[in-house]
């Protein structure tokens, strides 16, 4: 079936960048997305990318789309504390309408 | 942005009661709403797709009897656990598409946790 696979954890020092990738296994996949999650809460959509583009940049947010080897990246400039959560990648399904296929979630840890 | 609410935001209940969660799109008319369960520490797994006025449509593995889900409105839809059991406790986060946003961005309602005793 429908797969999106991410890392599990990722820790980084306050002030640099973070880095989160994800792939995924439709290739029809029309939009692809970036969500938050912090403790407790529900999820909070970041970003997201259509499948024709390479690129995406929303002020420290940069997504990047490899749609050959169905890759994805969500690079976090300048991380802040604030920024440790659990970040999501999904990307619609296409044998569904507007039905999303999650990833497991990356943990991002931010330290002084 | 568009906003989604839900009710109760966490809920205790005894086993073999019925506990009903809502979903509200409080500032738009969602022509589809979507239930997913998140166990500790996992990801969303969708649960169901619910279109306002028709019957929904579940994920395999998800017993219809046992979670019963009602759209009657565009703005509202409701998740009903029927004869909780302990194994039932997780979170339960609902999601509502609006008809005219193009992305088919799905917007979060900050979720409802369940424990069953």
């Known amino acids: 079936g429908e797969d999106v696979e991410q890392s599990l954890f990722l820790s980084v020092r306050e002030g640099d960048s973070s880095v989160i990738n994800c792939t995924y296994t439709?290739?029809?996949?029309?939009?692809l997305y970036w969500y938050k999650q912090e403790p407790g809460a529900g999820l909070q959509l970041l970003t997201y990318?259509?499948?024709?583009?390479d690129m995406k940049q929303d002020q420290r947010l940069t997504v990047l789309l490899n749609k050959k080897d169905k890759h994805l990246s969500l690079r976090i400039a300048d991380t802040q504390t604030g920024d440790s959560a659990i970040y999501f990648c999904a990307a619609t399904f296409s044998g569904g309408y507007n039905k999303l296929i999650f990833g497991a979630g990356t943990r991002l840890a931010v330290h002084p | 942005g568009a906003v989604v609410s839900q009710h109760p935001s966490w809920v205790i209940c005894k086993s073999g009661t019925s506990v009903k969660i809502e979903c509200r799109s409080l500032d738009f008319q969602a022509t589809t709403m979507f239930w997913y369960r998140q166990f500790p520490k996992q990801s969303l797994m969708l649960m169901a797709t619910?279109?306002?006025?028709?019957?929904?449509?579940?994920e395999q593995g998800v017993e219809k009897d046992k979670f019963l889900i009602n759209h009657a409105s565009l703005t509202l839809s409701t998740l009903t656990v029927t004869s909780a059991h302990p194994e039932d406790s997780s979170f339960y986060i609902c999601?509502?598409?609006?008809?005219?946003?193009?992305?088919?961005?799905?917007?979060f309602g900050p979720g409802t946790r369940l424990t069953v005793l």
């Open positions: 999601s509502a598409i609006f008809s005219r946003h193009g992305t088919g961005e799905q917007f």
């Open positions: 990318i259509f499948s024709n583009m």
């Open positions: 439709d290739s029809s996949s029309t939009y």
């Open positions: 619910s279109n306002e006025g028709s019957k929904a449509t579940y």
